[in-house]
T-cell receptor
């Protein structure tokens, strides 16, 4: 099956810093989503981005499907950005199952 | 537009007992998914419904697990004869019509603890 690799596995940031999270995938995909799982376990949709670039406030994402990677940018980080960020992809041979990466654990310190 | 609703939020039970979880998808979403997440891991796919039809099942879904969506609205996931390894967060997601290339929206999950 498809492999989804996220890097780095852990990230510690000081409030106000910028960061980039990466997601590499091993096969063609029709769907790519970025999620934020907060400390209470809620999985929040950030972006649906099978290709191209999107921005939402301090967050933005870029997917280059032909090169099989996606990037999530966090600018001016805040303590509320802490949590785990997951990348998930759907392959062309699936009805709709998302394959998740292992996540990037982000801690933003005051 | 309310989100995906899951009940209960937490379930503690003794090994060997049966448990059932419920998921109410976003209104008019015809696609419904179940995932399981263990500590420190990303969610893993269990099964997928389009309306009332169960179209995809993971090998993770052993014969102790059964999922239904009888009227194409809410869904239930039952685990029989629970084992320690079943302790996990069970997540439900839904997505709208318009093909499988639609974003999935997740509920807050049911956290299962087996004593």
């Amino acid at each position: 099956g498809i492999q989804v690799e996220q890097s780095p596995p852990d990230l510690i940031l000081q409030e106000g810093a910028n960061s980039t999270l990466r997601c590499n995938f091993s096969d063609s995909v029709n769907n790519l989503q970025w999620f934020h799982q907060n400390p209470w376990g809620q999985l929040i949709n950030l972006f649906y981005i099978p290709s191209g670039t999107k921005q939402n406030g301090r967050l933005s994402a870029t997917t280059v499907a032909t090169e099989r990677y996606s990037l999530l940018y966090i600018s001016s980080s805040q303590t509320t950005d802490s949590g785990v960020y997951f990348c998930a992809v759907r392959t062309t041979d699936s009805w709709g199952k998302l394959q998740f990466g292992a996540g990037t654990q982000v801690v933003v310190t005051p | 537009d309310t989100g995906v609703s899951q009940d209960p939020r937490h379930k503690i039970t003794k090994r060997g007992q049966n448990v059932t979880f419920r998921c109410d998808p976003i209104s008019e979403h015809n696609r419904l998914y179940w995932y399981r997440q263990t500590l420190g891991q990303g969610p893993e796919f269990l099964t997928y419904f389009q309306n009332e039809a169960q179209l995809e099942k993971s090998r993770l879904l052993s014969d102790r697990f059964s999922a239904e969506r009888p009227k194409g609205s809410f869904s239930t996931l039952e685990i029989q004869r629970t084992e320690q390894g079943d302790s996990a967060m069970y997540l439900c997601a839904s997505s709208p019509q318009g093909g499988v290339n639609q974003p999935q929206h997740f509920g807050d999950g049911t956290r299962l603890s087996i004593l």
